[in-house]
Nanobody, 116 residues
Framework: QVQLVESGGGVVQPGGSLRLSCVVSGAISIISTMRWYRQSPGNKREFVASIASDGSTDYAAAVKGRFTISGDSAKKTVYLQMNSLEPVDTAVYYC??????????WGQGTQVTVSS
């Protein structure tokens, strides 16, 4: 069992930055990949970024070059640094943990609003 708690969301102006955090607890030794997803009203949840247990990362085309995913194993935290934010980035951002067993866990989400 794994528990995920996101934080760091808020309201920011276009061009601004936010850093989201996802604190992980539980059976973290069997986590294969950590991912961030987002969902805006009326749209399906979409992939944003991922970091695997070997440190390799992947990004959605829409955020590549603006967002950076990273992890701090000592703090058991995964981050999503978001720069050059645009109104289209407005969404609820969710942290996701995928286990080596293929089980998947989700956090409760944190709201990001980009507006002038």
């Amino acid at each position: 069992q794994v528990q995920l708690v996101e934080s760091g969301g808020g309201v920011v102006q276009p061009g601004g930055s936010l850093r989201l955090s996802c604190v992980v607890s539980g059976a973290i030794s069997i986590i294969s990949t950590m991912r961030w997803y987002r969902q805006s009203p009326g749209n399906k949840r979409e992939f944003v970024a991922s970091i695997a247990s070997d440190g390799s990362t992947d990004y959605a085309a829409a955020v590549k070059g603006r967002f950076t995913i990273s992890g701090d194993s000592a703090k058991k935290t995964v981050y999503l640094q978001m720069n050059s934010l645009e109104p289209v980035d407005t969404a609820v951002y969710y942290c996701n943990a995928v286990m080596f067993t293929a089980n998947s866990y989700w956090g409760q989400g944190t709201q990001v609003t980009v507006s002038s």
